[in-house]
Structures are given as C-alpha cells and as structure tokens.
C-alpha cells in the first residue's frame, strides 16, 4: 500500500486556502478586469475569508484551546498554522482596502458611480439622509446602554455593529460611557441615492454613515465621543452527534440557530476605533490582538456583491453572453428521452444551458411513461425550478425518491424546507447514510418504452443549482447506456437501502472503489512509464489533499510519467522539485467563472480514459462522503472532454497561476496577445449571435 509522503514534501492546507484567495484577491488588482467585476471580486475574497474564518480559522481556535500538540500530514501543529495563518490574512486584508480605496473608488467615481463620504454630502443630500435615517432606519433600530442591567448582547455572526463612547446622563442618570447599536439585517448595507439629489449617475452611500451622521439621536441629552463600526466572524461548523441522533432533520433544525453565536473567532472594526475600545471589544469576544482586524472602509464588503448588478453599465463589466446547446439539442426536438437513446449528450457549464437538465426532469415529471425519478440534492437553492418539478411528478403519483444532504454547509436551512415539501407531496426522502455526505450528482428516470423497462442517467461533476450553473464550470452527462444507468441504479439502492456494496460496471464510488482505482490507474501509468512506454496523467479538480494520492503521484513522476495537475484551490503536493516531482506541474487557473469541474486522464497506452467526478482528490472525499466518478465512454465526447476541458486550461498564459517548489504561485507568462480558456470557450461554445 502506498505510503504517506514526508510531512515537507506537502503543503499545509489552511495556508494552501490563503494562497488561493491570494489569487483571488490578484483579479481584482488586475487592469484587464472590468472595474465593476474588480468591485466584485473584492467581495468575492471578502466572503471566501468569511468562510475561512467560520470553518477553517475555528478549528484551528479549538485545537489551540485544547492545547492539542497533534501534527497534521504537513507536520505543523494548530498554533504553528494559526500564527501564519494570522500573518498572512493581516496582510492580504490590508492589500484588499488598499485595492478598495485607492483604485476601485476612485476608478469607479471617474465613470460617475460614487460612494459619497459624509464630509461630501451636498445640503439636498443631507436632507434626503436625514428623511432616511428618521423615517427608514431609527424605527428599528435598538441602541443598548452598556450598564450591569444591560449587558454585552448577543451580537449575530457576522452582523453589522457599532460600538458608541458616550459622555453625560441620561434620562435615569446612568452614564456607562459606552453603547452598542446594532444594525437590522434586513436593511441594504450600500443605498442608491434618488436622481434628484443624486450628483453624478450612480450616487451611493453606505448604511453605516448615515447611522455615524445620526447616531447622537439615539441618546439624547447625552455627547457621543466616537461611533465605530464592527463585525464578529463565529464558529459556524455545525455539532451533530452521529451516535444520539435519532432523527437528523429535528436535530439539525435545532442546531442551525446556534451558527449565529458561536464562538467569536475575528472581530474586524473600523480604522478610527479608539485603543481603549477595541481592548474593550477583544475583551468581550475573548479573542486577542491576532484576531484583529482593522480596516479603512466597510467592515463588510460583502455586502456591495450587489452594487454591480445595480449599475447598468455593460461597459464595466464582463461582456454578457448566451449560453449554448450540444448539437443533438441545438435542433429543438421536444422528446428529450428520444435525444438521448439516439447518443449521449455531453453538457459543459456555464458555456452551454442548463436548461437541458430541468427539462429532463420536466419531462420525466409529465411523461405518463415514466414510473420512478431517483435524484441526489447538494445545494439545489431556495428557488428550485428542478425541485418544484420533482414535486409534481410525486404528486402525479410517480415513485420519487430523493436523497437531500441535509449537512450541505450553509445550505442546510434550504434543504430542510425543500425535504419537508417533498415529503409532504408523497415523495420518499431520504438523508443519505449517517457519516458520509452524499455528494454525488445523480438523477435516474426509470420509463417504460415498448413493454419494457428503460433507465436514462444524468451525472455531473456540479450542484443541481441553476444560478449557480451560470457561474461555475462543470460537465454533465445525459445516458441511457445500460451498464452505467445500473450501476447509478445501485448507488441509489446502497443510500436508500441495506446491504454490502457490489462491483460496478463502469462507476468509481467512493468511500469504496474511488480510492483504490485512482491510485491503481497512477501506478498503471508509472509501471508503463518504468518500461519505457510513453505515460501520461493530467487531472482538474477543485482540490488535492489526500496523501497516499499525492505520494503515488511523486512516484510516478520519478519514473517518468508527465504530470499536470489543474488544481483551482488547495493542492498539498509540491511541484518541481528536483527528482521527487520535476514532471509534475500544477497551475491554478482563476477567472469570470468558478472553476469547478473534476477531470481525470490517464493515457492507459494510448486508450485516453476520460473519467468524470463529483469528487476532489481529498480524504473526505474519499472515505466520507458518497461520491461518483463515471467514464466518458462515448469517443467524440471524449475528444469534447479533451479538447474542452483540458487542452485549453493547459494552454492558459492570462488566467494561469504555477506552483513553485516552495508552494507560491507566480502568474503565467504571457505569450503574445495571450490565451484564456475560458475566453475561449464561451467563443466555442456559447450561443451565436
């Protein structure tokens, strides 16, 4: 069995994250991206840190506090990642308001979209504030007198605050000195000020300095000394004991409202909060100068992800496009199951539509021929125009079995209300199996066809998520190849059912048969290359962490197997290091879209097998979760699958970022007018016209 590398050939996870959000953060430092997309990408980095911070950042917290010495596979213990850790989100963060005050403001106010400051207020917009603030916002709001009958509240995860020095009485004669006012969530963080006091055509200004500007209205009588701004990030990883659980949806449901106040793990506040302020803040969160976090600007950016989309300058932003159809659909037949026997149907998002995934689950919904519907949910979001069709087939009296992973991160609230929906039309849901998340992207129609039962398959490598089938790159594939449609036929027996796992036919599943094929199909290509044959593997995931994986990829490329590996987050395998990984390279590539889909290639003697998967080469992946890798088997859509989701990621010279030995990443160099894959896709293969 393949051994662990050395714990200094691999790359400590939570630091990988950094480095990929560090990625992030470079496309909105980059001239070539729309100002409005850059805006964008400045609360795409803040929200990928918010995350961090929730899952990541806490766990890390945790271990610190059980004083745990335990060494991950990198060698490092907790308080060792959580000290760099530290070092380096201080400073990405400070490069990101740099970013967002001194380039994107100004840029943006020079194309006439303005974020007026107070100091900037013309006397028509002070008035229109002031009607805001007293009709708009005073009403909802709670100012909390810091005093032994009013203590710290319960400040929400990740909420807009404001921490107030106070001086005076009030009306009782109490005089704390110090105030909490809460801002409601329900409110915008950024507002668009009306075009008739607007001064220029897109006039905002942030909820937070229209409160600043009023704030003494909410204490009478007494003198406000400074009002700031600040933003707690908590532990939002869920506790669910596996061994008590009786009914997972009722515990789950009781767990979710306690997301909002776990413990506090970064306090961020604005950059005028006084020293003896923030002491007083980091002293009621418990957390210490590292988990600082001062900033000149919004403590929330995230919240202006929604600026862009207000604005109606297409000349700011990335050039829209119409998402295109294979061209087996591209021809409008209306019987999608007859497509389907005539061949495969290879889709790849977001270039091409979604809309042929909801259509066959629209059809399967109205067919009178159609018996039963088997569908995995990951994230499927609130509004499921899929969902709301799986619905009505359980309603029409089809057998509708749908398996919803009810510990989907933050889409758990969402999961819950589409199982009870589904449940209560007549549909038979199940929560997968308990300790492994079913991740798998699978959706069975069973029909009967001339007397006889047919099944058609749709596997994927992405979410059943429509809005987010816009933005991220996946491939989907629509058979009704037996042998596949079986073995999907039999996953779905092992969640719903009991019993041992059996042999597939084609599909690689994990926690079974995943892991020891991908490692069997890398030594395959390393006892080829060992005989002098030409060997080859090239693999795209999300992520690469799990260590025998990585330590049978060191030793294929001692023996001379040619290695890229197209990794778009955290990769803990070192490339290039002379005679360990000198045929190993690995690149980044970060874009318009997300990249998201999995692609597996091993040359197998010149055979090209193609495999397709839910799964990224990481441990729960592998052993925790229930997740599908299917082969291409079809050879046009596997020269589609070359030639689309390989070939031109492996040709990147504008959005290609390259590992170095020591971990970093150094963006591609650029060959003449330069290459994007994903420009070069939507050229491909988006609508015409």
């Given at each position: 069995?393949?051994?662990?590398?050395p714990?200094?050939?691999?790359?400590?996870?939570?630091?990988?994250?950094?480095?990929?959000?560090?990625r992030?953060l470079?496309?909105a430092?980059d001239?070539?991206?729309p100002?409005?997309?850059?805006?964008?990408?400045l609360?795409i980095?803040?929200?990928?840190?918010?995350?961090f911070?929730?899952?990541?950042?806490?766990?890390?917290?945790?271990?610190?506090?059980?004083?745990?010495?335990?060494?991950?596979?990198d060698?490092?213990?907790?308080?060792?990642?959580?000290?760099?850790?530290?070092?380096?989100s201080?400073?990405?963060?400070?490069?990101?308001?740099?970013l967002f005050?001194?380039?994107?403001?100004?840029?943006?106010?020079?194309?006439g979209?303005?974020f007026?400051?107070r100091?900037?207020?013309?006397?028509?917009?002070?008035?229109?504030?002031?009607?805001y603030?007293?009709?708009?916002?005073?009403?909802?709001?709670?100012?909390i007198?810091?005093?032994p009958?009013?203590?710290f509240?319960?400040?929400?995860?990740k909420?807009?605050?404001?921490?107030?020095?106070l001086?005076?009485?009030?009306a009782?004669?109490?005089?704390?000195g110090?105030?909490?006012?809460?801002?409601?969530?329900?409110?915008?963080?950024v507002?668009?000020l009306?075009?008739?006091?607007?001064s220029?055509?897109?006039?905002?200004?942030?909820?937070?300095?229209?409160?600043?500007?009023?704030v003494?209205?909410?204490?009478?009588?007494?003198?406000?000394?400074?009002c700031?701004?600040?933003?707690?990030?908590?532990?939002?990883?869920?506790?669910?004991?596996?061994?008590?659980?009786?009914n997972?949806?009722?515990?789950?449901?009781?767990?979710?409202?306690?997301?909002?106040?776990?413990?506090?793990?970064?306090?961020?506040?604005?950059?005028?909060c006084?020293?003896?302020?923030?002491?007083?803040?980091?002293?009621?969160f418990?957390?210490?100068?590292?988990?600082?976090?001062?900033?000149?600007?919004?403590?929330?950016?995230v919240?202006?992800?929604?600026?862009?989309?207000?604005?109606?300058?297409?000349?700011?932003?990335?050039?829209?496009f119409?998402?295109?159809?294979?061209?087996?659909?591209?021809?409008?037949?209306?019987?999608l199951?007859?497509v389907?026997?005539?061949?495969?149907?290879?889709?790849?998002?977001?270039?091409?539509?979604?809309?042929p995934?909801?259509?066959?689950?629209?059809?399967?919904?109205?067919?009178?021929?159609?018996?039963a519907?088997?569908?995995?949910v990951?994230?499927?979001?609130?509004?499921?125009?899929?969902?709301?069709?799986?619905?009505?087939?359980?309603?029409?009296?089809?057998?509708?079995?749908?398996?919803?992973?009810?510990?989907?991160?933050?889409?758990?609230?969402?999961?819950?209300?589409?199982?009870?929906?589904l449940?209560?039309?007549?549909?038979?849901?199940?929560?997968?199996?308990?300790?492994?998340?079913?991740?798998?992207?699978?959706a069975?129609?069973?029909r009967?066809?001339?007397g006889r039962?047919?099944?058609?398959?749709?596997?994927?490598?992405?979410n059943?998520?429509?809005?987010?089938?816009?933005?991220?790159?996946?491939?989907?594939?629509?058979?009704?190849k037996?042998?596949?449609?079986?073995?999907?036929?039999?996953?779905?027996?092992?969640?719903?059912?009991?019993?041992?796992?059996?042999?597939?036919?084609?599909?690689?599943?994990?926690?079974?048969s995943l892991?020891?094929?991908v490692i069997r199909?890398?030594?395959?290509?390393?006892?080829?290359?060992?005989n002098?044959?030409?060997?080859?593997?090239v693999?795209?995931?999300?992520?690469?962490?799990?260590?025998?994986?990585?330590?049978?990829?060191?030793?294929?490329?001692?023996?001379?197997?040619?290695?890229?590996?197209?990794?778009?987050?955290v990769?803990?395998?070192?490339?290039?290091i002379?005679?360990?990984?000198?045929?190993?390279?690995?690149?980044?590539?970060?874009?318009?879209?997300?990249e998201?889909?999995?692609?597996?290639?091993?040359?197998?003697?010149?055979?090209?097998?193609?495999?397709?998967?839910?799964?990224?080469?990481?441990?729960?992946?592998?052993?925790?979760?229930?997740?599908?890798?299917?082969?291409v088997?079809?050879?046009?859509?596997?020269?589609?699958?070359?030639?689309e989701?390989i070939?031109?990621?492996?040709?990147?010279?504008?959005?290609?970022?390259?590992?170095?030995?020591?971990?970093?990443?150094?963006?591609?160099?650029?060959?003449?007018?330069?290459?994007?894959a994903?420009?070069?896709?939507?050229?491909?293969?988006?609508?015409?016209?």
């Amino acid at each position: 069995m393949t051994q662990s590398p050395p714990s200094e050939l691999l790359i400590n996870r939570e630091l990988g994250i950094l480095e990929f959000n560090r990625r992030v953060l470079a496309q909105a430092e980059d001239p070539a991206t729309p100002m409005l997309e850059r805006l964008r990408f400045l609360c795409i980095f803040s929200s990928n840190m918010d995350e961090f911070f929730e899952i990541r950042a806490s766990g890390l917290k945790e271990q610190i506090k059980l004083n745990s010495q335990h060494t991950g596979p990198d060698g490092l213990t907790a308080r060792q990642v959580f000290k760099q850790m530290a070092k380096v989100s201080h400073a990405m963060v400070a490069r990101q308001y740099e970013l967002f005050n001194n380039e994107v403001l100004p840029a943006l106010a020079a194309h006439g979209i303005r974020f007026h400051k107070r100091t900037e207020w013309t006397p028509e917009q002070e008035e229109w504030i002031r009607d805001y603030f007293y009709n708009d916002l005073m009403p909802v709001l709670t100012p909390i007198g810091l005093d032994p009958s009013h203590p710290f509240p319960n400040v929400l995860n990740k909420s807009l605050n404001f921490a107030v020095e106070l001086s005076g009485k009030d009306a009782f004669g109490r005089s704390s000195g110090k105030a909490v006012v809460q801002a409601p969530r329900s409110l915008p963080r950024v507002i668009q000020l009306p075009a008739e006091v607007a001064s220029c055509e897109y006039s905002f200004v942030f909820l937070s300095s229209i409160l600043h500007a009023h704030v003494g209205a909410l204490f009478s009588g007494m003198t406000v000394e400074g009002c700031y701004q600040f933003r707690v990030t908590r532990n939002s990883d869920l506790f669910i004991d596996e061994e008590e659980n009786k009914n997972l949806r009722e515990q789950l449901q009781g767990e979710l409202p306690h997301r909002h106040f776990g413990n506090a793990v970064r306090l961020e506040v604005a950059d005028n909060c006084s020293e003896p302020m923030k002491e007083f803040l980091l002293k009621q969160f418990h957390l210490t100068r590292d988990d600082l976090y001062q900033v000149r600007g919004p403590v929330n950016l995230v919240r202006m992800m929604n600026v862009p989309d207000k604005v109606d300058r297409p000349d700011l932003k990335f050039t829209p496009f119409v998402q295109g159809l294979p061209a087996a659909l591209a021809a409008g037949e209306d019987d999608l199951f007859a497509v389907i026997s005539r061949g495969d149907i290879l889709l790849h998002h977001p270039f091409q539509s979604f809309q042929p995934v909801i259509d066959y689950i629209r059809q399967a919904a109205e067919d009178p021929n159609v018996l039963a519907i088997k569908q995995t949910v990951y994230r499927t979001g609130t509004d499921s125009e899929l969902m709301r069709h799986l619905i009505t087939a359980a309603q029409r009296g089809k057998e509708v079995t749908v398996v919803v992973e009810l510990l989907a991160r933050f889409d758990e609230e969402a999961n819950i209300n589409w199982a009870e929906k589904l449940e209560a039309a007549g549909a038979h849901v199940v929560y997968g199996v308990v300790g492994h998340k079913t991740h798998a992207k699978m959706a069975l129609v069973v029909r009967r066809e001339n007397g006889r039962i047919k099944r058609y398959a749709h596997l994927g490598t992405g979410n059943y998520h429509a809005r987010t089938a816009r933005l991220y790159t996946d491939f989907g594939l629509l058979t009704c190849k037996p042998e596949i449609c079986e073995d999907v036929h039999d996953v779905f027996m092992q969640i719903t059912g009991l019993g041992n796992a059996g042999e597939h036919n084609h599909l690689w599943q994990s926690p079974f048969s995943l892991h020891p094929n991908v490692i069997r199909a890398i030594e395959n290509e390393t006892a080829r290359a060992r005989n002098g044959e030409k060997a080859r593997i090239v693999a795209k995931m999300n992520a690469l962490l799990e260590p025998r994986v990585i330590a049978a990829l060191y030793e294929a490329s001692q023996a001379g197997v040619e290695i890229d590996l197209i990794i778009r987050a955290v990769c803990a395998l070192r490339a290039g290091i002379p005679g360990i990984s000198e045929n190993i390279r690995v690149r980044s590539v970060i874009g318009r879209f997300l990249e998201h889909h999995r692609v597996f290639y091993f040359w197998n003697g010149g055979q090209e097998d193609i495999y397709l998967s839910s799964a990224d080469w990481m441990d729960r992946n592998f052993f925790r979760r229930i997740e599908t890798c299917f082969p291409v088997l079809d050879e046009k859509l596997k020269k589609r699958v070359i030639n689309e989701g390989i070939t031109p990621y492996l040709k990147d010279s504008l959005q290609a970022w390259e590992m170095q030995p020591d971990g970093s990443y150094r963006k591609r160099p650029r060959r003449g007018r330069g290459f994007s894959a994903q420009a070069y896709l939507l050229r491909l293969l988006a609508a015409k016209g």
